[in-house]
Nanobody, 124 residues
Framework: QVQLVESGGGLVQAGGSLRLSCAAS????????MGWFRQAPGKDRELVAA????????RYADVVKGRFTISRDNAKNTVYLQLNSLKPEDTAVYYC?????????????????WGRGTQVTVSS
């Protein structure tokens, strides 16, 4: 059974930092592109950051560039998202997701494995 389990969310003041982790099991994801998405109340789920299977290529939403960093440790089957300089508008449930394989698609439907999410709340 494939599982993605996020952790590291919480309540933080504006300007603070968090580090999210996504531990994968039931499958070796070293050949799969992975990403972090977020969904705020009343809004669509959006891509925050993506990383290629090797970690050699990353992509960020414009609103988080320079503040968030995605990384992965394939030996640990884990993906991370470092969130710095957090803003109240970053408040959302953050989801880890994985593709089956690697490709250039960026849409949400290209990700087939999903975690249940971790809440990030940024107070002003």
């Amino acid at each position: 059974q494939v599982q993605l389990v996020e952790s590291g969310g919480g309540l933080v003041q504006a300007g603070g930092s968090l580090r999210l982790s996504c531990a994968a099991s039931g499958r070796t994801f070293s050949s799969d592109d992975m990403g972090w998405f977020r969904q705020a109340p009343g809004k669509d789920r959006e891509l925050v950051a993506a990383i290629s299977y090797s970690g050699g290529s990353t992509r960020y939403a414009d609103v988080v560039k320079g503040r968030f960093t995605i990384s992965r440790d394939n030996a640990k089957n884990t993906v991370y998202l470092q969130l710095n300089s957090l803003k109240p508008e970053d408040t959302a449930v953050y989801y880890c997701a994985a593709k089956r394989g690697s490709d250039n698609r960026i849409g949400i439907t290209s990700y087939v494995f999903w975690g249940r999410g971790t809440q990030v709340t940024v107070s002003s």
